[in-house]
């Protein structure tokens, strides 16, 4: 007991001295205890320290395929999989091993057991049960500027992609051995590059959907299609827009754009009149019977069944095809890609619409977090100034689902809100209960959390003078404070409106003599309520600093007036020390600096920001910063256009840089950043969509009353990280066998503290039982808990 009090001996006169007497005398029966009994493991809506996952979107799909297993979704930046066994559908995603995101077309292969996945921008993968392989050589090739790819025909050991070069002929005669046969790039009557939409065989010859009509040649080996001047067009197709193209029974069936679907018969072509003239978007080919197509186009799906000489059509009807895509037949049972409805089944006699929770749309403009959710809402504007018309609303993410927020009503599960565009920003009023949204166009939009119900404020019912709202904010007050871009100078620019008071006399407008401040970009607020606008490049640039009584300064560029690194400034942020972080881009001496004299703002001093020093250079110098956020532990994301960072909370250690390269993210641009205060989860918002990383860092408690270890117990197979959340600020943790010896001792970051199973000799942990005690800074407060490590 003594050795173990000395290793302990900082703790001696506190909680936990007082519980190792009796975790002591347990000593002898800790292999009895029950596992039910250990302290909570990890909630099965969390993910891992040091784990990914996606956040992406599926309810809109726009391909799919078939094997004998699964079937394959390839939805707006997703692909997911419905399992045929056990009936239920799983993600696919950069953090399985694809290579890339945006797919454009999905093919099985059956003799290689593969799924071909192509990407928009000329990548691909192919997929087997327990690896991908990607196929770049197409994507890597420089003389081909636009590689975008849009379908895929397969038969016998040979796929044809099309492409908005022409045509990529790959051998896939095995499962290793693959590779590019021919390129057919001069396809043009002419022997001009064309885009060639879809390709389909019949009777030996290959027929290719174009924007210059349907162009064919013989598959014969003495016939070089490299030579156009051996391909023909069909002679009512020539130079016209042929959306898409498959062939049945000796008949080859077409969609000339604005003209509807006709047939071929290799003499004379028909329009099939049964079926509207509309927007064609797939023909499949029914292989399972080797008889009749699938037009999936804007007014449905249509079959057509017979020869040349007689047609019979039928319209396949149900409530939730809305938006087809893609349809595939197998022996009756329909597989339908829908852009509305995700995958669309009628597997079990009745039509199905399946696919994963996700985000409404891949745009994400920022992030807040309210009681433990994760809000993304998804309007924008391109500078200077010029909304994007988005209507796509926000996304709440909440115990592991995503609920969607939106006026368009396109995805069946979305919840509607009043028609407002571009929000912009957004921030949670705890004092009210309640989420205020930046629209750009269409004034606040309030969403009341109690009853999720919706309001909207305006010009016509509140003293806001107009409606382009640009950012909103709320102090330690419950003040909401209002920015709005493009304000004249008569007009208030900012706006305050006291919490729980909706009335027009809990309003007050704040202008300045200067037509910088009527354009500002974001708000951010400080520990002192004062608020700091960023303002926009375009007419000045800076920083607009006031409070509640109107006194304001502007920081600049100039020494004694700012010292900013540029006018340009990217990001704001307000740490946990009152340090307001100033971010800007590569093209100035210093991307990073900090400004901590906030008492002198407003008395004349000289102002200036400090640059910040990491490893003998001025911090992230040649990076453009996008946003800043903070974690648990104070510690500093920095998003860029070249990645995720983070670093101490002063900046002095580096502990991590996200890529596309060394890490799932979608893209190396980075518009916002979020850490998830309760789980320390960190999301990412790309151009290409959500993706999240569990960090090591969660918020501080203020006591020791809801401790978790997770994983508990650890498993052979686990190679992460064990977790201790819920602990005060800078906890001191120390981890003992169950004699006493110390066997790792940390200080926690935020609320959370980590230990990767080994002892100072990087010696794994073996089976048995550990105990974690925890002390305050002070030594007045503790927690004592137990892990189990089973080999």
């Known amino acids: 007991m003594k050795s173990l009090i000395n290793r302990l001996n900082n703790l001696t006169n506190s909680f936990i001295y007082k519980n190792l007497i009796l975790f002591s005398l347990l000593t002898t029966i800790y292999f009895t205890f029950s596992l039910q009994n250990l302290l909570i493991a990890q909630n099965e809506n969390n993910i891992a320290l040091g784990e990914w996952r996606t956040h992406l979107t599926y309810f809109d799909a726009q391909t799919l395929a078939t094997s004998p297993e699964k079937v394959y979704v390839a939805s707006q930046n997703g692909l997911f999989f419905y399992d045929r066994e056990f009936s239920n559908l799983e993600v696919i995603s950069r953090i399985d091993g694809l290579s890339d995101i945006g797919i454009s077309y999905l093919q099985y292969l059956p003799n290689i057991e593969q799924l071909l996945i192509a990407y928009k921008n000329g990548n691909i993968d192919f997929l087997s049960d327990n690896e991908i392989k990607n196929f770049p050589v197409f994507f890597e090739d420089a003389a081909i500027l636009d590689k975008q790819i849009y379908h895929i025909y397969y038969l016998q050991n040979v796929v044809w992609i099309s492409t908005n070069a022409g045509i990529l002929e790959i051998d896939v005669e095995s499962e290793t051995n693959k590779r590019i046969r021919n390129s057919y790039q001069n396809l043009g009557e002419n022997g001009e590059i064309i885009k060639v939409f879809a390709t389909t065989i019949q009777d030996n010859i290959i027929y290719a959907a174009t924007e210059k009509g349907v162009r064919y040649t013989s598959l014969n080996a003495s016939i070089n299609k490299n030579d156009f001047r051996n391909w023909q067009t069909i002679p009512s197709t020539q130079n016209k827009v042929i959306e898409s193209i498959g062939s049945s029974n000796s008949t080859v069936f077409f969609a000339i754009q604005n003209e509807g679907i006709f047939s071929y018969n290799g003499i004379t072509s028909n329009r099939v009149s049964q079926i509207p003239i509309t927007s064609v978007y797939d023909i499949s080919e029914n292989r399972t019977n080797l008889t009749g197509v699938f037009i999936s186009s804007e007014t449905g799906i249509y079959q057509i069944e017979g020869t040349n000489s007689s047609f019979q059509v039928n319209k396949i009807e149900n409530d939730l095809i809305k938006a087809p895509r893609q349809a595939i037949s197998e022996n009756g049972i329909l597989w339908i890609a829908d852009n509305r409805t995700g995958l669309i089944t009628n597997n079990s006699s009745n039509f199905v619409s399946l696919f994963p929770s996700g985000t409404y749309s891949q745009n994400t403009w920022g992030f807040i977090q309210a009681k433990e959710k994760i809000i993304a809402f998804s309007g924008g504007y391109t500078e200077p100034f010029t909304p994007l018309n988005r209507t796509t609303g926000f996304y709440v993410f909440e115990d592991g689902e995503w609920i969607n927020y939106n006026a368009e009503n396109r995805d069946i599960t979305s919840k509607p809100i009043p028609n407002v565009r571009d929000l912009v920003g957004a921030t949670y009023s705890e004092t009210e209960n309640r989420v205020y949204f930046a629209s750009l166009q ?18 016509t019912n509140s003293p806001l003078p107009h409606n382009r709202i640009i950012d909103v904010e709320t102090d330690n007050l419950g003040n909401l404070w209002v920015a709005l871009s493009g304000s004249n100078l008569r007009e208030d620019a900012y706006m305050r409106k006291q919490p729980n008071d909706d009335n027009s006399s ?20 400080d520990e002192n309520n004062t608020i700091w606008a960023r303002l926009s490049r375009f007419v000045q640039g800076g920083i607009l600093v006031f409070n509640e009584d109107e006194e ?117 641009q980075i518009l916002d950043i979020e850490v998830q205060d309760k789980t320390g989860e960190v999301f990412f918002a790309t151009p290409n969509g959500i993706i999240s990383y569990r960090g090591t860092s969660t918020a501080a408690k203020t006591d020791f ?59 794994k942990s073996k089976s048995g039982v550990y105990l974690v005690y925890v002390s305050n800074q002070d030594g007045t407060e503790g927690f004592v808990g137990k892990i189990v490590f089973i080999e």
């Open 442 to 459: 269409d004034g606040i939009l309030v969403w009341n959390l109690a009853d999720d119900t919706f309001s909207v404020f305006d010009s």
């Open 506 to 525: 809990s309003w007050k407008g704040f202008r300045f003599n200067q037509t910088r401040t009527t354009f500002p970009l974001s708000l951010e607020i």
């Open 552 to 668: 304001n300064t502007i920081l600049i560029e100039s020494v004694n007036s700012g010292n900013l690194a540029s006018n340009d400034v990217t990001a704001l942020k307000s740490d946990q020390n009152g340090v307001m972080w100033i971010g800007t881009p590569a093209e100035v001496s210093a991307s990073v600096r900090t400004f901590s004299d906030i008492f002198g703002l407003f008395n004349g001093q000289d102002l200036n920001a400090r640059d910040v020093f990491f490893e003998s250079r001025q911090l992230l110098r040649d990076e453009t910063i996008t946003t800043i956020s903070l974690d648990g532990g104070n510690r500093k994301w920095f998003g860029t256009t070249n990645g995720a960072w983070l670093f101490a909370e002063d900046a002095s250690k580096q502990f991590l840089h996200f890529t596309v390269e060394n890490s799932p993210l979608f893209s190396n």
């Open 705 to 763: 009353s809801n401790v978790k270890i997770f994983p508990n117990p650890v498993r052979p197979e686990f190679n992460g990280v064990v977790a201790i959340e819920g602990l005060t600020q800078d906890a001191n943790v120390k981890i003992t066998d169950i004699s006493g010896r110390l066997v790792y001792e940390t200080d926690s970051f935020g609320g959370t503290a980590t230990w990767n199973g080994t002892d100072y000799n990087n010696t």
